[in-house]
């Protein structure tokens, strides 16, 4: 199984963009959704955590501009990007977990430049 993320993109201060991600087959038993980023030079941070529960987590630098959200399909996760800034610039890269297993997405390049 794997994870595809996708939604990355160029865009203007200000703009906004909408990350996706899904599984390529079943997944069971997954208790924890995230979101992560990385940017040049940086560690990997969270960005936005989502539990079986529909509990949302945010890192402080994102909280009221992003939303990270479950799809219908149960293997899905979204995030929703507003109001992004130059130092949302990153590749952001989507997380599952599930019976003791961790799933990783590729990654997908997220740019805000004027």
């Known amino acids: 199984v794997q994870l595809q993320a996708s939604g990355g993109g160029l865009v203007q201060p200000g703009g906004s963009l909408s990350l996706s991600c899904a599984a390529s087959g079943s997944i069971f038993g997954i208790s924890t959704m995230n979101w992560y980023r990385q940017a040049p030079g940086k560690q990997r941070e969270l960005v936005a955590g989502?539990?079986?529960?529909?509990?949302?987590n945010y890192a402080d630098s994102v909280k009221g501009r992003f939303t990270i959200s479950r799809g219908n399909a149960k293997n899905t996760v979204y995030l929703q990007m507003n109001s992004l800034k130059f130092e949302d610039t990153a590749v952001y890269y989507c997380y599952m977990r599930a019976m003791l297993l961790d799933y990783w997405g590729q990654g997908t390049q997220v740019t805000v430049s004027s």
């Open positions: 989502i539990s079986s529960g529909g509990i949302t």
